[in-house]
């Protein structure tokens, strides 16, 4: 079984409609849709934005149904200029920009416990998803970090400083909480998301312009992927 987990329905609502043998379940305020999709057994949730909406979902699907990975597709704002709106980024590692204890040592971004800044995606559900990817008409692909933070990145400043900290090549706000709890247990992890905005002074009206686009191309990925499996 694998899993996938969006922040909000417009990220999923598409692929849980097409779920056969749909079966439901509530834990705590999470709902996870399972079935066959695309010829595979697939759990599905909508986690809500944030880190630990995300990280307390991706902990219930883990506990409740054991996927053999777990995908957080969405959207998100472009990491730097070289990413354009209706680009996609696969993650080779999620980084959590927001955290942050340099003020007793530690480097920006470092997460204590797993003491990690670079929190690993798994390389062969990465290598499979930019081959997906790849056969989305005129889409460009990119690999690099994605990074993660509580808050709608809307500054080019703001975007810029990720930038120079992690070398992000996305902005986003669920990743690196997903990864952080597939991290912990063991759970092989990817990130892929669809570029919504450009995170710049700019995102207020980009994002609902181009949101529904993104999200029906990382909609369009997981099919191929499923389909390749």
């Keep these: 079984m694998y899993g996938l987990i969006g922040a909000m329905s417009l990220e999923v609502e598409a692929l849980m409609a097409q779920v056969e043998d749909r079966e439901e379940k509530k834990v705590g305020m999470d709902v996870f849709v399972s079935g066959r999709l695309f010829g595979q057994e697939a759990v599905l949730a909508v986690c809500g934005p944030g880190k630990v909406n995300a990280a307390l979902c991706a902990q219930s699907m883990i506990l409740h149904y054991q996927p053999e990975w777990i995908l957080n597709l969405g959207v998100a704002g472009a990491g730097d200029a070289t990413v354009s709106i209706g680009d996609m980024v696969v993650a080779t590692a999620a980084v959590q920009h927001d955290m942050d204890t340099s003020p007793i040592g530690d ?87 669809s570029i919504s905005d450009q995170a710049d002074g700019h995102s207020d009206m980009d994002y609902p312009t181009f949101a529904a686009l993104a999200a029906s191309h990382s909609q369009q990925v997981v099919e191929n992927l499923l389909r390749g499996e």
Excluded: W
């Excluded at 990145?153 to 997903?178: T, Y």
């Design 107 to 193: 480097p920006v971004g470092l997460v204590s416990k797993i003491n990690l800044v670079e929190i690993p995606c798994d390389d062969a559900l990465r290598a499979k998803l930019v081959k997906a990817a790849s056969q989305v008409e005129g889409v460009n692909v990119h690999e690099g970090i994605i990074a993660t933070g509580d808050q709608f990145i809307h500054s080019g400043d703001v975007r810029s400083r990720i930038h120079g900290l992690f070398h992000a090549k996305a902005v986003e706000m669920e990743g690196g909480a997903v990864a952080h709890a597939c991290y912990v247990h063991g759970v092989p992890c990817g990130v892929l998301r």
